[in-house]
């Protein structure tokens, strides 16, 4: 698949997840090329509404060209709502060592999450344990690399057995709270490539996640959003995701 924008991947994103009717009569077309069709009958008012509003982890849609809004819904052991299942925390799961267990409660959080008409659940979180007071251990599986990789191949294959999207997160290097959007990690090549990143690599080349959330706070001066070779080059060229 082409390079595509940013706009055209959530249309994409949009077609897949929800089925939405193309207004391309031509079934044989390749996605880029309904993309592309949807992208030219879009008005600039509404790419930029696509890309600037995010209401309650909502993206809206385009009703007029049949493109359906994209629920995000939190919830790396449970959908966050009031009427979901409520599992054990991430790390208290992985601290069973049991693969089966996160393939179970990722397929059940993703019956949840169509019962809900939820298309994506922002998780799992493969961040590593570093700091015992991180704000988001509970939600992370451990601080062994190849563990959390474990746990986080198994709850993404789990989850997108029924179809709903993941979204691993935070990549990468964001393993403490404090000045958590702001802290500039610092860190030499070896350390992140064998401690902080095969989580990641794993649940890219293996699972497939259908989005990726970058981490807020800064790696070597350049903020996660940001960082050419985090995103670029090893995320995109060197592991494939496309």
Same mark, same amino acid.
């Given at each position: 698949?082409?390079? $595509?924008?940013?706009?055209?991947? /959530?249309?994409?994103?949009?077609? =897949?997840?929800?089925?939405?009717?193309?207004?391309?009569?031509?079934?044989?077309?390749?996605?880029?090329?309904? @993309?592309?069709?949807?992208?030219? &009958?879009?008005?600039?008012?509404?790419? @930029?509404?696509?890309?600037?509003?995010?209401?309650?982890?909502?993206?809206?849609? !385009?009703?007029?060209?049949?493109?359906?809004?994209?629920?995000?819904?939190?919830?790396?052991?449970?959908?966050?709502?009031?009427?979901?299942?409520?599992?054990?925390?991430?790390?208290?799961?992985?601290?069973?060592?049991?693969?089966?267990?996160?393939?179970?409660?990722?397929?059940?959080?993703?019956?949840?999450?169509?019962?809900?008409?939820?298309?994506?659940? !922002?998780?799992?979180?493969?961040? $590593?344990?570093?700091?015992? =007071?991180?704000?988001?251990?509970?939600?992370?599986? #451990?601080?062994?690399? *190849? $563990?959390?990789?474990?746990?986080? @191949?198994?709850?993404?294959?789990?989850? &997108?057995?029924?179809? @709903?999207?993941? #979204?691993?997160?935070? *990549?990468?290097?964001?393993? &403490?709270?404090?000045?958590?959007? #702001?802290?500039?990690?610092?860190?030499?090549?070896?350390?992140?490539?064998?401690?902080? /990143?095969?989580?990641?690599?794993?649940? !890219? /080349?293996?699972?497939?996640? *259908?989005?990726?959330?970058?981490? %807020?706070?800064?790696?070597?001066?350049? %903020?996660?959003?940001?960082?050419?070779?985090?995103?670029?080059?090893?995320?995109?060229?060197?592991?494939?995701?496309?």
């Amino acid at each position: 698949m082409k390079t $595509l924008s940013f706009i055209s991947v /959530l249309i994409v994103f949009a077609s =897949i997840l929800s089925s939405c009717t193309q207004t391309n009569s031509n079934s044989n077309s390749t996605i880029d090329e309904r @993309v592309e069709d949807l992208m030219n &009958q879009m008005t600039w008012e509404e790419k @930029v509404t696509i890309l600037s509003r995010s209401d309650d982890l909502k993206v809206p849609g !385009v009703e007029r060209l049949g493109i359906p809004e994209i629920r995000f819904v939190n919830g790396p052991h449970g959908l966050h709502n009031d009427t979901a299942t409520c599992f054990p925390a991430a790390v208290a799961m992985a601290a069973s060592f049991d693969k089966q267990l996160l393939k179970d409660v990722g397929r059940v959080i993703g019956e949840e999450a169509l019962a809900t008409k939820s298309h994506v659940l !922002v998780a799992p979180t493969v961040n $590593l344990h570093r700091i015992p =007071i991180a704000g988001r251990n509970f939600e992370s599986y #451990s601080e062994d690399p *190849y $563990l959390s990789a474990r746990m986080g @191949v198994n709850f993404i294959d789990g989850v &997108q057995s029924k179809k @709903v999207g993941t #979204s691993l997160k935070h *990549y990468a290097l964001n393993n &403490q709270e404090w000045e958590r959007y #702001s802290v500039n990690v610092k860190i030499d090549e070896r350390t992140m490539h064998e401690i902080y /990143l095969p989580a990641f690599k794993a649940a !890219v /080349l293996e699972s497939d996640p *259908y989005t990726i959330m970058s981490s %807020y706070n800064r790696i070597n001066d350049t %903020y996660g959003s940001q960082h050419t070779y985090l995103l670029k080059e090893i995320l995109r060229e060197k592991w494939g995701y496309d």
